[in-house]
């Protein structure tokens, strides 16, 4: 009986500690946080845009970000959205893969103030090249 509980204690504290030693270390915190992206530098802080202003930037042949981290991105992959206010109606345009599809550059011209493109898991590259997971992305239609 005693021999069976050392037994058994000794796998115990066999397991737990090749357990803790898998364990991997925590991701340094050197990665940056951004919480925050938009489509240029005079709007960084707000999620508004003038209808000619979105068309502007959709059509831009490098759609660019500027973000909370005060850097500046390329959009490389991203899913598109385009929310319409009245009547309520998301449509959703796929994937953009550096840029925007053309249908979604359509149905954004038709866009009215008070409307919505919504850019979700949104990954760019940063002034080096290098792939950046960027936060989602709303715009709104103002006038």
Avoid at 58 to 82: A, E, R, W
């Amino acid at each position: 009986m005693k021999k069976n509980q050392l037994l058994l204690l000794a796998i115990f504290c066999f397991f737990t500690t090749t357990l803790s030693a898998q364990k991997k270390a925590p991701a340094s915190s050197k990665i940056p946080t951004i919480k925050f992206c938009n489509a240029s530098s005079d709007t960084a802080r707000t999620n508004k845009m003038t209808l000619a202003n979105l068309q502007e930037w959709s059509n831009s042949p490098k759609v660019m970000v500027k973000c909370s981290d005060g850097k500046s991105y390329t959009l490389h992959q991203f899913g598109i959205q385009v929310i319409v206010k009245s009547p309520m109606e998301v449509k959703d345009f796929g994937l953009g893969l550096d840029g925007f599809p053309i249908m979604a550059k359509r149905s954004i011209g038709k866009l009215l103030p008070g409307d919505t493109v919504y850019l979700k898991d949104v990954v760019g590259f940063d002034d080096k090249g290098s792939e950046i997971k960027l936060p989602g992305i709303a715009i709104a239609v103002t006038e």
